[in-house]
């Protein structure tokens, strides 16, 4: 089946730091790919929308400057949070499109990510 | 705008016992809808699903009906395993193509013992 993994799976980093995680589609070429945060008890939340070689579409109150999505091949997409502060602890997962049934997202594990 | 409502949990429950997850949505038109589970560790796979209504999604198991009427979608197996204990999510779609978007409940972490 199609996979999609993560990098890296935990991260820490300090106040004020970026943080870049890495996703991508293993097995098959994902034209769309997708960025969620997951906050404990809550739902995954959808942060933006990126398209191999376009500029990413962000969901309304999602700030583009501090989640910058690049998607420069169609097995990799990369969401690098800037200047992270503790409110962006989380969990944030990606997928992925495109690949054998083309309306169908296949998930990657989720990064935790963690603000001291 | 579109929203899902699933039943909170823990559910626990013993082996070969009945499950029923309850999913309700709001949403404009006819969306698709969808059962997600996550394993501990493991990323979300989809289960089942159904994109227009009375039809019904099964899947291991497990069977969810498209419920126009009732806007519900409610996840059910008749005898559970302890290779079942996961988190369950209900989703819907809208849009077509490959830049659907999904809409996901909270999750409903189940938990079956032997």
């Known amino acids: 089946g199609a996979v999609v993994s993560q990098h890296p799976s935990r991260v820490i980093c300090k106040s004020g730091t970026s943080v870049k995680i890495e996703c991508r589609s293993l097995?098959?070429?994902?034209?769309?790919m997708f960025w969620y945060r997951q906050f404990p008890k809550q739902s995954l939340m959808l942060m933006a929308t990126?398209?191999?070689?376009?500029?990413?579409?962000?969901e309304q109150g999602v700030e583009k400057d501090k989640f910058l999505i690049n998607h420069a091949s169609l097995t990799l997409s990369t969401l690098t949070v800037t200047s992270a502060h503790p409110e962006d602890s989380s969990f944030y997962i990606c997928?992925?499109?495109?690949?054998?049934?083309?309306?169908?997202?296949?998930f990657g594990p989720g990064t935790r990510l963690t603000v001291l | 705008g579109n929203s899902v409502t699933q039943m909170e949990g823990p559910v626990t429950l013993s082996e070969e016992a009945f499950l029923t997850i309850n999913c309700t949505y709001t949403?404009?038109?006819?969306?698709?809808l969808f059962w997600y589970v996550q394993y501990p560790g493991e990323g979300l796979q989809l289960l089942l699903k159904?994109?227009?209504?009375?039809d019904k999604g099964s899947n291991k198991g497990f069977e969810a009906t498209y419920r126009k009427e009732t806007t519900s979608f409610h996840l059910e197996k008749g005898s559970v395993q302890v290779s079942d204990s996961a988190v369950y999510f209900c989703?819907?779609?809208?849009?077509?193509?490959?830049?659907?978007?999904?809409?996901f409940g909270k999750g409903t972490l189940l938990t079956v013992n032997p």
């Open positions: 997928s992925a499109s495109g690949g054998p049934s083309y309306n169908e997202q296949f």
């Open positions: 097995d098959f070429q994902a034209t769309t």
């Open positions: 990126s398209n191999e070689g376009s500029k990413a579409t962000y």
């Open positions: 949403a404009t038109g006819y969306p698709s």
């Open positions: 159904a994109t227009k209504a009375d």
């Open positions: 989703a819907l779609s809208r849009g077509g193509g490959s830049n659907y978007k999904l809409t």
